[in-house]
Structures are given as structure tokens and as C-alpha cells.
């Protein structure tokens, strides 16, 4: 700095310096430059002096100037964009799960020293900084996170890209546990505002509900049209998708509902205040909640108006805005492809259909010729519950000529099914986008496939089973159309941001380069011979759960044992992740501990951490959430067990957290039941930050256990072929509880109100529903989970075999980096290749 410098307290920088005042030519590339740009912005849009900011007023400071930085490059982007016509990927998402943004807006952009010495010559701790960002509540798990690892990898791959979603206003809901139950909190994420988006209400578009169509005559032509009911404004707001190190800025275009016409004076001022705002409040309710509880009529509708809101919107808006006047519509499929990310944004379909047909007037055969070339699917679940399907009362209610496009979209293709296979009216059903039972509706799946240009799964397992057993008739009639493409993270984020210090070591092995080129850890292979380098690895990870032992001490009062396993399964709470079988393996060492079975001295020490939400209105899971906090809660507290066991459960499990819990991670949980698990992403990320999985062959677990070979990789249970055989049979789960001791004492355990005060009603529904239902047949491969278990501890117990092992894990993974997915996606379904 000059010697004009002028220092306020604590050697700060004050307002009044003059770099503060200079005008500003270019992006803050040196230290000099960040001064003053983030002096401006704590003047002139935060409207504080330095000496007078809060910790919050700073952050947005140094926030914006960071953006700032990125302007330059985004608005040039689009520019380029519009003005070449390249082809672009138009990514629809219900949620982008995306994580702080400060950290990996500073990496991609390169200026993480000049904005750490920036802070330090203004007497700020960017530390201090870093803790004041909130982060953005736009998701709920695994499809969330993908969508945003993908367009991270899209920028840094120069591919021209808009992501597409809502602007929830809450979010999913902030997890709180009252006695041991969760209780659901609004996720007000938004209360201070993100100084990382860009309104822009002059871009908005107007969404339509209700209402009727007609028919009228078009210069000798009959058309349809629809006539609606009501409507809502759909605001956009950008968000910018740095590429890493490459110049390139993406963006992400989340929108906001907003009324029409918001307030009404005439009735306001005769004193019905509530009459006034209604049609407000009603808009608004549309991106106010990701994924609103459904099991009421009116959650349903909620859900379908979110789902065409955004998808009509984008549609709207890329057609409006980035393609050319004069460009052939005929050739949109030269401009655009549309990904739809599971069945949520699938409305899109009869939406562009509506759009051509009824508004740019062209002839059916053209329109659907157009679309069936302009749309790509992605299945996500093999699950028959998760395939969508909207009843037809509410779509003609809600959305009527959209109902009678997925109608003579049907009668269509079931003509050329018919011309196919001849009148097999079995078929004939099985194929029918619109279901009959068990009432009349629209499946969403099946629209999907039948307009996509593309199906394709998420793992090598899942695609099969997606064409062989959910969807074997439309893979049969669509030779060709099924595809694979396996799921992958960013390095970025997951690597380099999670793990500093084993990117550090990477990096001192390999060199550079390596974040963008993940195939290159293979060269990691080596190092696993080397006494030194297994002894920096085993640093980095005492090192990394230092970091989280610091972190949930802060932020959930929790401590961390030193010298144990940390032993971890993060997921969404579902029956089918299988947590309830994790839970009985705790359960099963306690029990043999407490009844003097096992001597405490002889088990390896293990912490087990959890983190998972559980659907509002999804009953069994919640009552699971508690029974692992009451487990937790007894067996931390027993001294019996010596220190030897841990039940740690942080609450409001997000991003943020997982960036310090998964590179402490020892072992990996993965352990659903062959054949339900579609991919899969949280597998990749421990692996790659050096934990060991359990698993099943499930999902991507079959891939990455190939990968890293059998002696890396704790396999268990059954496979997918033997799961179908055992239902075949005719699974009594009660059988297998009858058979097995060790399950049997652990089962009564939980029954006999051990972990419940003695109350043995409070958790008999989660004991019941496993004896006799227990769809996902956790009592089937509990032997064998128990088993597998017992080689975890013997393996740990070489501390320098678990060491290779995990770097092996870490040096074979790099096939899992979503760049690599996305150069899948390009090859196989997009081709949109780099635009500069």
C-alpha cells in the first residue's frame, strides 16, 4: 500500500482511503485493485464506512467485489453466446444443492491469495468473513448436488449452459431435534439477502393455470387455444457458474413467483386488508418450499404448479432470449438441448409442444419432430414410487391443454406401438403414457421416454435394470435410445475445497493439473508403497478430523474421540438407504458389551456419525431419526462400553458440513439393498477423500468396487439377482429374526424399551414394520453386514494396510469426476461441444 494509506482502528483500512474513491477500470487482479473494490462497495452499496461495518456488511463487501471480479467474464459470455448461436445445454432441475459459493468463487477465479492479503491489509479475517455466508436452501440430497457438481463442470469445460430452477424462498426446512424428533424449521437462508444473484423483473414471464381451451379458425385452419384462468409472474435471478481457472462463466437462472397483480387498493382501502394481498400470497406460496409435503390434495397441486412454473418459464425465456429472430425453428435442436432431471421438469414436453404448435403456429408432425429432438431424460430412481404421476383431473384442471397434447401425444404413439406388435392390448396398456389404475393418470416416466432423444441412467447397474426391468417395452421399441451415463462430483469442490490438505499432498506427487484431469491420481498407485507418504496421508487425516471435532464441538456441542474409526453414513433418510441396518450392527456390539458377551476392551473403537432428513410427512422415517438419537443417547452415556462406542447425530446435515465430515471419514456406508440405489454420489466423494466403503453391489458401488479392486472394498448382502429370487420365494423377514441369536437379541433390545425409557410402545412400529414388512430386506443381509463388519475391524487394526488401502481408493476413483460425466453426456446424448 502507499503512504497515503489511512488506518482506522485496529489498523484497518478507512473509507475515506483514496483507493477507495479512484474509478475502477478493470476486475480487482492484484491486491491494490481488491482494496478498492471491496472500499467501494462497503461505501456505495452497503452504504457503511469500514470503521462502522458489522461483520455481515463486510462479508457482502467482499463478496461483491469477488463478483465483481466475475462480471466482466459472465457478461461477455453471454454476449458470445448470443451472438455465435452455439448450442447450448439447458439444464432443468427441481434443486440445485449448491453450497457456500464464496470459497469456490475465489478458486475459480483465482483470487484466494489476493483476497486473503486484500482482508489482511484492511485488519479483517476472512475467516470471519467465511463464517457469515449462508448457505443457499435450493436442495434436499443426491439429485440436488449433482445438478449443481454438473454445471460446475460444464463451465470449467467451456460448454455453454443455463441451469435452470426455483428461487426457493425457504428452502427444503432447517432440521432441529426436540428430545430426540425431528421438528422442521423454516430455512430462512434468504433473511439477509445473497449478494451472489441478480434480479432482473424487466426478464420476467407470465405463467398461466386454469381455465379452458376452444378451438377457433386460423385462415381456413382449426386451432386450439388455451384460454386461462389465472397467471403469476415469474421473476429471474442469476446466479453466476465460474469454470475453474478458464475465464468461462456460466449461469444459473432461478425463478421467483410473483403475483400479477399483487395488491388491490379499491378492496384494501374498504378495509379488508387480507382480501387485498391474497392474490400475492397465493403466487408466492409457488417458490416458497422445495419439494411441499404432498400427501394432501392441495400439496400435490403445489407441486405440479412449481413444476410447469419453471419449466414454462425457461422455456419461454430461452426462446425469447437466446435464440436468434430469424433463426428456423425447424433447427432449434442445433440451439438447445433440454435435460430433464428426473420426472419433475417433464411437463416441459407438452409445454415447448403448446408453444410451437398453438403459438408459432407450426403443423403437429414438424412440432413433435422439433421436440423429440430437443429433450433428454435422466431416470434417477428404480423405485416404481419416485416414477411421477399426475392424476388427469388435476392436469386438465390445472394445466387443460397440456392434458389433451400428452393425449394426442398418447394416441400417437400408440398407433406406431400398435403398427409394431399388433393388437397385444397387454402392451398396448403397459406402454400407454396415461395409466388406468389406480385411477386415470399421466406418467411422467413414460412421456419422457417417448419424447426424449435420450434415456439414460446413472450407473452401469441402474441403466440396466432401467432397461430391462422398469422400462423393458420402451427399450425394446427404442432400439438405441437407453444409454449410460454414470455420476461423478467435482473435484473442485469435493477435493480441493473439503480437503486442502490432501489436495496439498496430491499435488506435491503429482504436480498440477490434476483437479481438471482426475484420471491422473492412477499415478497416486505408487505412493501406496511409500512408508513416507502413508504416514503424510495418515497426518492429513488426523488433521481433517481435528478440523471436524472443532467444527461440531461449535456447532452441535459434539466431541470427537481421538484414536476411533470414524465410522460414517450421511444420506437422506429412507428405508431403502437402509439406516435401520446400520443402526441393529450398533445396536449388536452394545447388546454383546452390556449383557458381558464381549469384553468392552476387545472392541475397535468406533464413532458412528449420521446425517439425514427426513421427509416431513414420511412417518417410519422420522420414528427411525429417533430411534438413533435414543440409541445415541444411551450408549454415549453408558460407561459400560468404556469410551469404545459413539452415536453422534449432527442436526441439519447440508454441504456445508459434508465438506468436513466426509474427508475425516474412515469408512463409507453404502449400504442399500442391491438393485434400489440408482447411483449414488456420496460413494465417490468419501472414496476420493480416502474412506473405505461398505456397501452392497448397488449403484455405483458395483463401479467404483471394480475400480479399486476386491481387497479395497468391503462387499456384503445379497446381490440384485438374489434379492429377485428371495421375493420370488416369498421373503418372511420374521423367519430371518428367528434364525439368527445375534439379531434376535438386538431386536429385543429395541423392543424391550431399552432406548425409550422402558416404554416399549414408543418404538414398536419401527419393530413391526421389519419383522413383517421390511420391503428392503434389512434382515436378509443383516448376517452378512454383521460379517463384513468384523473384517472392518480386523483391517483396521493394520494401520499401515488401511492406509494403502485408502489411497488406492483415492488414487483409482478419478473415473468418478463429473467432468467425466459430462464428457459422457456430450458424446453420448448432447453433442454440444466447448463454444470458445
Given at each position: 500500500?502507499?503512504?497515503?494509506?489511512?488506518?482506522?482502528?485496529?489498523?484497518?483500512?478507512?473509507?475515506?482511503?483514496?483507493?477507495?474513491?479512484?474509478?475502477?477500470?478493470?476486475?480487482?487482479?492484484?491486491?491494490?485493485?481488491?482494496?478498492?473494490?471491496?472500499?467501494?462497495?462497503?461505501?456505495?452499496?452497503?452504504?457503511?464506512?469500514?470503521?462502522?461495518?458489522?461483520?455481515?456488511?463486510?462479508?457482502?463487501?467482499?463478496?461483491?467485489?469477488?463478483?465483481?471480479?466475475?462480471?466482466?467474464?459472465?457478461?461477455?459470455?453471454?454476449?458470445?453466446?448470443?451472438?455465435?448461436?452455439?448450442?447450448?445445454?439447458?439444464?432443468?432441475?427441481?434443486?440445485?444443492?449448491?453450497?457456500?459459493?464464496?470459497?469456490?468463487?475465489?478458486?475459480?477465479?483465482?483470487?484466494?491469495?489476493?483476497?486473503?492479503?486484500?482482508?489482511?491489509?484492511?485488519?479483517?479475517?476472512?475467516?470471519?468473513?467465511?463464517?457469515?455466508?449462508?448457505?443457499?436452501?435450493?436442495?434436499?440430497?443426491?439429485?440436488?448436488?449433482?445438478?449443481?457438481?454438473?454445471?460446475?463442470?460444464?463451465?470449467?469445460?467451456?460448454?455453454?449452459?443455463?441451469?435452470?430452477?426455483?428461487?426457493?424462498?425457504?428452502?427444503?426446512?432447517?432440521?432441529?431435534?426436540?428430545?430426540?424428533?425431528?421438528?422442521?424449521?423454516?430455512?430462512?437462508?434468504?433473511?439477509?439477502?445473497?449478494?451472489?444473484?441478480?434480479?432482473?423483473?424487466?426478464?420476467?414471464?407470465?405463467?398461466?393455470?386454469?381455465?379452458?381451451?376452444?378451438?377457433?379458425?386460423?385462415?381456413?385452419?382449426?386451432?386450439?387455444?388455451?384460454?386461462?384462468?389465472?397467471?403469476?409472474?415469474?421473476?429471474?435471478?442469476?446466479?453466476?457458474?465460474?469454470?475453474?481457472?478458464?475465464?468461462?462463466?456460466?449461469?444459473?437462472?432461478?425463478?421467483?413467483?410473483?403475483?400479477?397483480?399483487?395488491?388491490?387498493?379499491?378492496?384494501?382501502?374498504?378495509?379488508?386488508?387480507?382480501?387485498?394481498?391474497?392474490?400475492?400470497?397465493?403466487?408466492?406460496?409457488?417458490?416458497?418450499?422445495?419439494?411441499?409435503?404432498?400427501?394432501?390434495?392441495?400439496?400435490?397441486?403445489?407441486?405440479?404448479?412449481?413444476?410447469?412454473?419453471?419449466?414454462?418459464?425457461?422455456?419461454?425465456?430461452?426462446?425469447?432470449?437466446?435464440?436468434?429472430?430469424?433463426?428456423?425453428?425447424?433447427?432449434?435442436?442445433?440451439?438447445?438441448?433440454?435435460?430433464?432431471?428426473?420426472?419433475?421438469?417433464?411437463?416441459?414436453?407438452?409445454?415447448?409442444?403448446?408453444?410451437?404448435?398453438?403459438?408459432?403456429?407450426?403443423?403437429?408432425?414438424?412440432?413433435?419432430?422439433?421436440?423429440?429432438?430437443?429433450?433428454?431424460?435422466?431416470?434417477?430412481?428404480?423405485?416404481?414410487?419416485?416414477?411421477?404421476?399426475?392424476?388427469?383431473?388435476?392436469?386438465?384442471?390445472?394445466?387443460?391443454?397440456?392434458?389433451?397434447?400428452?393425449?394426442?401425444?398418447?394416441?400417437?404413439?400408440?398407433?406406431?406401438?400398435r403398427e409394431r406388435f399388433g393388437d397385444d392390448e397387454i402392451r398396448l396398456r403397459d406402454m400407454s403414457i396415461?395409466?388406468?389404475?389406480?385411477?386415470?393418470?399421466?406418467?411422467?416416466?413414460?412421456?419422457?421416454?417417448?419424447?426424449?432423444?435420450?434415456?439414460?441412467?446413472?450407473?452401469?447397474?441402474?441403466?440396466?435394470?432401467?432397461?430391462?426391468?422398469?422400462?423393458?417395452?420402451?427399450?425394446?421399441?427404442?432400439?438405441?435410445?437407453?444409454?449410460?451415463?454414470?455420476?461423478?462430483?467435482?473435484?473442485?469442490?469435493?477435493?480441493?475445497?473439503?480437503?486442502?490438505?490432501?489436495?496439498?499432498?496430491?499435488?506435491?506427487?503429482?504436480?498440477?493439473?490434476?483437479?481438471?484431469?482426475?484420471?491422473?491420481?492412477?499415478?497416486?498407485?505408487?505412493?501406496?508403497?511409500?512408508?513416507?507418504?502413508?504416514?503424510?496421508?495418515?497426518?492429513?487425516?488426523?488433521?481433517?478430523?481435528?478440523?471436524?471435532?472443532?467444527?461440531?464441538?461449535?456447532?452441535?456441542?459434539?466431541?470427537?474421540?481421538?484414536?476411533?474409526?470414524?465410522?460414517?453414513?450421511?444420506?437422506?433418510?429412507?428405508?431403502?438407504?437402509?439406516?435401520?441396518?446400520?443402526?441393529?450392527?450398533?445396536?449388536?456390539?452394545?447388546?454383546?458389551?452390556?449383557?458381558?458377551?464381549?469384553?468392552?476392551?476387545?472392541?475397535?473403537?468406533?464413532?458412528?456419525?449420521?446425517?439425514?432428513?427426513?421427509?416431513?410427512?414420511?412417518?417410519?422415517?422420522?420414528?427411525?431419526?429417533?430411534?438413533?438419537?435414543?440409541?445415541?443417547?444411551?450408549?454415549?452415556?453408558?460407561?459400560?462400553?468404556?469410551?469404545?462406542?459413539?452415536?453422534?447425530?449432527?442436526?441439519?446435515?447440508?454441504?456445508?458440513?459434508?465438506?468436513?465430515?466426509?474427508?475425516?471419514?474412515?469408512?463409507?456406508?453404502?449400504?442399500?439393498?442391491?438393485?434400489?440405489?440408482?447411483?449414488?454420489?456420496?460413494?465417490?466423494?468419501?472414496?476420493?477423500?480416502?474412506a473405505l466403503t461398505i456397501g452392497t453391489d448397488d449403484g455405483a458401488n458395483v463401479e467404483i468396487r471394480q475400480?479399486?479392486?476386491?481387497?479395497?472394498?468391503?462387499?456384503?448382502?445379497?446381490?440384485?439377482?438374489?434379492?429377485?429370487?428371495?421375493?420370488?420365494?416369498?421373503?418372511?423377514?420374521?423367519?430371518?429374526?428367528?434364525?439368527?441369536?445375534?439379531?434376535?437379541?438386538?431386536?429385543?433390545?429395541?423392543?424391550?424399551?431399552?432406548?425409550?425409557?422402558?416404554?416399549?410402545?414408543?418404538?414398536?412400529?419401527?419393530?413391526?414394520?421389519?419383522?413383517?414388512?421390511?420391503?428392503?430386506?434389512?434382515?436378509?443381509?443383516?448376517?452378512?453386514?454383521?460379517?463384513?463388519?468384523?473384517?472392518?475391524?480386523?483391517?483396521?487394526?493394520?494401520?499401515?494396510?488401511?492406509?494403502?488401502?485408502?489411497?488406492?481408493?483415492?488414487?483409482?476413483?478419478?473415473?468418478?469426476?463429473?467432468?467425466?460425466?459430462?464428457?459422457?453426456?456430450?458424446?453420448?446424448?448432447?453433442?454440444?461441444?466447448?463454444?470458445?
Amino acid at each position: 500500500m502507499s503512504e497515503e494509506t489511512v488506518t482506522g482502528p485496529n489498523g484497518a483500512l478507512e473509507a475515506t482511503h483514496p483507493l477507495a474513491l479512484a474509478p475502477v477500470t478493470g476486475p480487482a487482479s492484484n491486491v491494490d485493485g481488491f482494496v478498492r473494490q471491496f472500499l467501494r462497495n462497503l461505501n456505495y452499496e452497503r452504504g457503511v464506512p469500514l470503521s462502522a461495518s458489522s461483520p455481515n456488511d463486510q462479508y457482502f463487501a467482499f463478496a461483491m467485489t469477488v463478483r465483481d471480479y466475475l462480471m466482466a467474464r459472465w457478461l461477455e459470455d453471454l454476449r458470445r453466446q448470443r451472438v455465435t448461436q452455439s448450442k447450448s445445454v439447458c439444464y432443468l432441475s427441481a434443486e440445485y444443492l449448491l453450497g457456500r459459493q464464496l470459497d469456490n468463487n475465489l478458486l475459480a477465479s483465482g483470487l484466494t491469495d489476493i483476497a486473503t492479503e486484500a482482508m489482511a491489509q484492511c485488519g479483517i479475517d476472512i475467516e470471519e468473513l467465511r463464517a457469515q455466508e449462508v448457505e443457499p436452501g435450493l436442495g434436499n440430497g443426491g439429485l440436488g448436488r449433482l445438478a449443481a457438481c454438473f454445471i460446475d463442470s460444464l463451465a470449467t469445460m467451456s460448454v455453454p449452459n443455463i441451469g435452470y430452477g426455483i428461487r426457493y424462498e425457504y428452502g427444503i426446512f432447517r432440521q432441529t431435534f426436540v428430545d430426540g424428533q425431528q421438528v422442521e424449521q423454516p430455512d430462512a437462508w434468504l433473511e439477509l439477502g445473497s449478494p451472489w444473484e441478480f434480479p432482473h423483473p424487466e426478464f420476467a414471464q407470465t405463467i398461466s393455470f386454469g381455465g379452458h381451451t376452444e378451438t377457433y379458425d386460423d385462415e381456413g385452419v382449426t386451432r386450439s387455444r388455451w384460454v386461462p384462468s389465472w397467471n403469476v409472474r415469474a421473476v429471474p435471478y442469476n446466479y453466476m457458474v465460474p469454470g475453474y481457472l478458464n475465464g468461462r462463466v456460466n449461469t444459473l437462472r432461478l425463478w421467483s413467483a410473483q403475483a400479477t397483480n399483487s395488491f388491490d387498493l379499491r378492496v384494501f382501502n374498504s378495509g379488508d386488508y387480507e382480501e387485498a394481498v391474497r392474490a400475492q400470497t397465493y403466487a408466492e406460496n409457488i417458490s416458497k418450499v422445495l419439494y411441499p409435503e404432498d400427501s394432501t390434495p392441495q400439496g400435490k397441486e403445489l407441486r405440479l404448479q412449481q413444476q410447469y412454473f419453471f419449466v414454462a418459464a425457461s422455456i419461454h425465456d430461452f426462446l425469447d432470449h437466446m435464440v436468434a429472430d430469424d433463426f428456423g425453428l425447424e433447427n432449434l435442436a442445433d440451439r438447445v438441448i433440454f435435460q430433464l432431471n428426473d420426472t419433475h421438469p417433464v411437463i416441459a414436453v407438452p409445454e415447448l409442444m403448446r408453444v410451437l404448435v398453438d403459438e408459432k403456429k407450426l403443423e403437429w408432425d414438424a412440432a413433435w419432430a422439433i421436440t423429440q429432438k430437443c429433450f433428454a431424460y435422466t431416470c434417477h430412481t428404480l423405485l416404481p414410487e419416485a416414477l411421477e404421476v399426475w392424476s388427469v383431473e388435476l392436469l386438465g384442471r390445472l394445466l387443460p391443454r397440456h392434458l389433451e397434447i400428452i393425449y394426442r401425444i398418447n394416441e400417437e404413439f400408440l398407433l406406431e406401438v400398435r403398427e409394431r406388435f399388433g393388437d397385444d392390448e397387454i402392451r398396448l396398456r403397459d406402454m400407454s403414457i396415461i395409466g388406468e389404475f389406480p385411477e386415470r393418470s399421466v406418467r411422467m416416466a413414460y412421456l419422457a421416454t417417448v419424447a426424449g432423444a435420450k434415456v439414460n441412467g446413472v450407473a452401469e447397474l441402474h441403466s440396466q435394470l432401467l432397461r430391462d426391468k422398469v422400462l423393458p417395452d420402451f427399450n425394446e421399441f427404442f432400439p438405441g435410445k437407453f444409454t449410460n451415463v454414470t455420476n461423478g462430483i467435482t473435484p473442485r469442490r469435493f477435493i480441493r475445497l473439503a480437503n486442502p490438505e490432501l489436495s496439498e499432498l496430491i499435488t506435491s506427487a503429482l504436480g498440477t493439473g490434476w483437479l481438471t484431469d482426475l484420471e491422473r491420481l492412477r499415478g497416486l498407485e505408487s505412493y501406496a508403497e511409500d512408508p513416507d507418504f502413508r504416514a503424510a496421508f495418515r497426518e492429513v487425516k488426523a488433521a481433517n478430523k481435528r478440523v471436524l471435532s472443532d467444527v461440531l464441538r461449535a456447532r452441535d456441542g459434539f466431541e470427537v474421540s481421538d484414536g476411533h474409526m470414524l465410522d460414517v453414513m450421511v444420506k437422506r433418510l429412507h428405508e431403502y438407504k437402509r439406516q435401520m441396518l446400520k443402526l441393529l450392527h450398533i445396536v449388536t456390539v452394545y447388546e454383546g458389551i452390556v449383557s458381558g458377551r464381549v469384553d468392552a476392551a476387545s472392541v475397535q473403537p468406533r464413532t458412528f456419525i449420521f446425517g439425514a432428513k427426513a421427509a416431513p410427512g414420511y412417518a417410519m422415517a422420522k420414528r427411525i431419526i429417533h430411534l438413533i438419537n435414543a440409541v445415541g443417547s444411551v450408549v454415549n452415556a453408558d460407561e459400560r462400553v468404556q469410551g469404545r462406542l459413539k452415536v453422534l447425530f449432527p442436526q441439519n446435515y447440508n454441504v456445508t458440513l459434508a465438506e468436513r465430515l466426509i474427508p475425516a471419514a474412515d469408512l463409507s456406508e453404502q449400504i442399500s439393498l442391491a438393485g434400489k440405489e440408482a447411483s449414488g454420489t456420496g460413494n465417490m466423494k468419501f472414496a476420493l477423500n480416502g474412506a473405505l466403503t461398505i456397501g452392497t453391489d448397488d449403484g455405483a458401488n458395483v463401479e467404483i468396487r471394480q475400480l479399486v479392486g476386491d481387497d479395497n472394498f468391503f462387499l456384503f448382502g445379497m446381490a440384485e439377482p438374489e434379492v429377485e429370487a428371495l421375493w420370488a420365494r416369498g421373503y418372511k423377514p420374521a423367519e430371518f429374526y428367528q434364525h439368527d441369536e445375534s439379531l434376535r437379541r438386538a431386536m429385543d433390545l429395541i423392543a424391550s424399551g431399552a432406548f425409550s425409557g422402558g416404554d416399549r410402545s414408543v418404538f414398536e412400529p419401527v419393530v413391526s414394520n421389519l419383522l413383517y414388512d421390511d420391503r428392503f430386506m434389512v434382515l436378509a443381509d443383516y448376517a452378512s453386514y454383521i460379517e463384513a463388519q468384523a473384517k472392518v475391524d480386523a483391517a483396521h487394526a493394520d494401520e499401515d494396510a488401511w492406509t494403502r488401502s485408502a489411497i488406492l481408493n483415492v488414487a483409482r476413483c478419478g473415473f468418478f469426476s463429473s467432468d467425466r460425466s459430462m464428457r459422457d453426456y456430450i458424446d453420448r446424448i448432447w453433442h454440444t461441444p466447448p463454444a470458445f
